[in-house]
């Protein structure tokens, strides 16, 4: 739901926000706008998460090292074609020099996690060894 919530609000999407969800079927007429107005304060919450995310300086600079380190946009991923498609479907990787570039998924996984968890920045002695192990 982060990612939904992430494109929907970078996008410029104006159409309508709402989950496919329904409250238990247990639920009276109280319970179920209860569940509404849960459901529109997590979409906040999540929306709050996203824009966090967005503006980490950390999560900027690993964007900004895939974006810079993919190079010129060859086969115009960044708006759909057909012929794009094509181009991309028909062309012949290096998959071993693919294979020994690090691209840093698992640390923007991880400062996802943190984001999504609302302890980003929160540093704990376990946090300390681990980065000391690290070095």
């Not at 990612?3 to 709402?18: D, I, N």
């Not at 190079?71 to 012949?92: I, N, P, Q, R, W």
């Not at 376990?126 to 000391?132: E, Y």
Request: proline letters at 1%; glycine letters at 8%.
């Amino acid at each position: 739901m982060f990612f939904l919530v992430k494109l929907l609000e970078e996008s410029g999407y104006a159409g309508p926000l709402h989950f496919d969800a329904h409250a238990y079927r247990s639920e009276d007429e109280e319970g179920v706008w209860d569940f509404a107005l849960g459901c529109m304060r997590s979409y906040n919450i999540l929306k709050a998460k996203a824009r966090a995310f967005s503006n980490d300086a950390e999560v900027k600079e690993i964007l900004a090292g895939l974006v810079s380190a993919g190079g010129k946009d060859e086969f115009s991923l960044a708006h759909y074609s057909s012929v794009g498609a094509t181009k991309l479907k028909d062309h012949k990787f290096d998959i071993d020099a693919l294979a020994k570039r690090g691209y840093g998924y698992e640390r923007l996984d991880q400062l996802l996690f943190e984001h999504l968890m609302g302890v980003r920045g929160v540093v704990t002695a376990n946090n300390r060894s681990m980065a000391t192990a690290r070095a």
